[in-house]
């Protein structure tokens, strides 16, 4: 039996059961009713994984050992996110959809069976945890050949819909402290599956990058007054050099400190703490900005670049008002052929050395012919 809800900009939600007890959610523009059954044989779910504490830098590290026998890079033929056709039952029981999320089949992080609390901190004799969470498979096309760029701006609003009510619902578990919304893309980045898609984890933890920003900005706002990634937009703004694309609503530009030989972040104007926040005027501008600097990602040397490409917002439950939403886009390829390894320095150290200045990398990008 379908569960609908309506949502913003037309869109409507379907949530169905899945034969192992997971819930797919298809979210359409068009009004559909979506009632296709899967008809997989029921399996059984893997169970939670370790939080296991690094008390040399008071980091959690998740131990999902069960993720080692998940499939890798399966033909088209046998893609487990392509709709189900004929005898191909995949993850996705109907013949066709616009944008899906479902479980994880192997996630990393699980929901915890009652109440859930991370252990104390102790250094060394610190006691191993439950990897509480969640983690969420989103679909954004069901043509298996296609990638981001290749997306209608309607597929785009719809996609970010389904990003925006699952950072709603997820928000109100109360074991979730941080939430991500990300996409790999291109096999030198890891990916497992090439089909266009991408991931959302929900941490019953901050991420220590988060814990950073967080004391960063605090450090900030209390001795200026002021917020941190605010200042940062308006350096650009004021500079730029370094900025991509604009529109109404939103900026892209690569940022003045960039890590990576193509790095760029696209922020709204108007700031937000989290997707939920954006209003319906930011919402409906992001497809033309987010397409543009997609595509001119991938004509700076005229090839699919592998990026990640993630949503950096606001923690759930503490520092909303300190940290801002943005869209970072990150590739490695610093020319064709050529990736930008991160060696000695950067992996031991943390100290990362860039090759390319952040304007030159900029004025390629602006340079594309869209």
Known sequence: ????????????????????????????????????????PKEEQPGIGELRLDPLLNEWVVMAAHRQGRIFLPPKELCPLCPTKGELLTEVPDTNYEVVVFDNRSPSLRKPEGDWAAPDMVGPETDAGTAAGKCEVICFTDNHGGSFKDLTPQRVRVLLEAWIDRVRELSQEPYIHHIAPFENRGEEIGVTLSHPHGQIYAYSYLPSRVQKMLAVARQYID?????????????????????????????????????????????????????????????????EISLEVMRRLDGV?????????????????????????????????????KLKYLAGSESAMGAFIMDLKPEQSAGQLRDVAL
Request: a positive charge; charged letters at 25%.
């Open 301 to 337: 040397f005229g090839i699919d670049m592998a990026y990640i490409a993630t949503w950096h917002q606001a923690p759930v439950r503490e520092g909303r008002e300190l940290l801002r939403l943005h869209w970072q886009i990150t590739s490695v390829r610093r020319a064709p052929g």
């Open 223 to 287: 001795e200026t007054g002021k917020v941190l990634f605010d200042d940062v937009v308006a350096r650009e703004l004021k500079d730029q050099v370094r900025i991509v694309a604009k529109n109404a609503h939103w900026v892209a530009f690569v940022p003045y400190a960039a890590r990576y030989p193509f790095e760029i972040h696209v922020a709204p104007l108007k700031p937000v703490a989290d997707l939920a926040e954006l209003s319906a005027e930011q919402a409906d501008a992001f497809p």
């Open 1 to 40: 039996m379908s569960e609908q809800k309506k949502l913003s900009a037309g869109v409507i939600r379907n949530n169905l059961a899945m034969a192992d007890g997971r819930t797919i959610r298809y979210y359409d523009s068009q009004g559909q009713s979506r009632t296709a059954q899967d008809q997989r």
